[in-house]
């Protein structure tokens, strides 16, 4: 495990971290290892908080809410940012750069839980705030921008995002340059939303493209890098080259299980996508068991009407149907459905999925595609 707040120190942008004549920092790195990682960066921060003064102590809650998030715990994390985004509004404003930093953690934390339009709200209000004040090609600019197109496309709304993140690449190339990590992030993201749109071979180049920079400049094991090897195995796979895909996202679940558990949402996405590309090869077998332990862990841990929990309710009803479990499929379908149509309502491309699928299940009709990256 890589300790937090070591003297001198340097955070993962190779900055130092604690400056000569300057009051010491306390870094957590978010790249932490099992609950013992967990539990020693809670300690250091909360060290931190107890030695600080009102604006220290802020940033420390800030720093622990969010590494809690980071290890997918949601419920605790969100006190935490709420509270620190409050103080920061009276504090210093609401488009102070400290309380908008504030507010960006707390939209990220809103999405992750499932929470769209919120999460939509808090980026959009931020985004625009910050091209005000710190200009169009800030890198904080940049990032909650290309977090608010994510969000679009999650949404349903594939062409706009795909406007924003195309705009997005093009101003973090001309002012960060081709292989800054904010560059490399807006590049995927935008492959992500040429994949929905069927672009497969747009995609494939931006990933490949975005793969050999990481592992030449972050290292194999790094969390860009295996964002962008599972990146690469969904448009390998939905271009016909599923024993490829398997590989890599296997190589992916390894990893992600390694340093960050079981039951991270991260390792949970690939056990997902790994699941859809067994199916894509006919293993479906194979594949229901992961599609259970994402659903299991999801309802456990993000609640029923989470947009991750019903995609997992959807694949598994895809799986039981391509074996003939025709009135089991149908009871997981009709489950699913009713709750997208309330949460993200009727015109998702999910929501449509779901009622092509339950309208599909007693002539077998072709399924629509199971929802990868969920």
């Given amino acids: 495990m890589l300790e937090a707040g070591k003297d001198p120190g340097r955070n993962l942008a190779d900055k130092l971290l604690n400056e000569p004549g300057k009051p010491p920092r306390c870094c957590v790195v978010l790249r932490i290892a099992g609950e013992e990682g967990i539990q020693h960066a809670r300690g250091r921060l909360l060290d931190a908080l107890r030695q600080r003064g009102k ?82 090609t800030h890198h904080d600019t940049l990032s909650s921008m290309s977090s608010l197109a994510v969000v679009m496309d999650d949404m349903g709304r594939a062409a706009d995002a795909q406007r924003l993140h195309r705009q997005c690449l093009e101003l973090c190339e001309g002012s960060l340059g081709a292989e800054h990590p904010e560059t490399l992030t807006a590049a995927n993201n935008l492959g992500g939303v040429l994949t929905t749109l069927g672009q497969f071979g747009e995609a494939e180049k931006l990933y490949r493209r975005c793969l050999e920079v990481s592992e030449r400049t972050l290292g194999a094991e790094h969390p860009d890098t295996l964002v962008a090897i599972m990146n690469l195995a969904s448009v390998l796979d939905d271009m016909g080259h599923s024993p490829e895909a398997e590989t890599m996202y296997r190589r992916c679940l390894e990893v992600n299980e390694r340093n960050l558990g079981s039951e991270h ?65 149908q009871r997981c379908y009709q489950s699913c459905l009713q709750a997208m149509d309330r949460i993200l309502g009727p015109e998702h491309p999910n929501t449509l999925a779901a009622v092509s699928n339950l309208a599909a299940v007693p002539g077998l009709k072709a399924l629509q595609p199971s929802m990868r990256y969920k």
């Avoid at 707390?106 to 769209?116: F, I, N, P, R, V």
């Avoid at 090869?281 to 989470?306: I, N, S, W």
């Fill in 55 to 136: 604006a220290g102590r802020r940033d420390s809650k800030l720093r622990l809410g969010e590494v809690l998030d980071a290890r997918g715990l949601y419920a605790e994390a969100l006190p935490l940012l709420q509270h620190v985004v409050s103080e920061e509004l009276r504090a210093s404003g609401d488009e102070d750069p400290k309380t908008l930093r504030a507010s960006i953690s707390l939209a990220q934390l809103k999405y992750h839980m499932g929470h769209y339009c919120e999460a939509e709200n808090m980026f959009r209000q931020c985004f625009e705030a910050m091209e005000r004040t710190l200009g169009p």
């Fill in 265 to 329: 949402p991260d390792a949970l996405s690939v056990v997902n996508n790994l699941a859809h590309v067994l199916c894509n090869m006919e293993r479906h077998q194979e594949a229901e068991p992961l599609y259970r332990r994402c659903l299991e862990v999801r309802e456990r841990t993000l609640g029923k009407d989470h947009p991750d929990t019903l995609a997992s309710i959807h694949n598994l009803a895809g799986v039981m149907t391509s074996q003939g479990r025709h009135s089991e499929a």
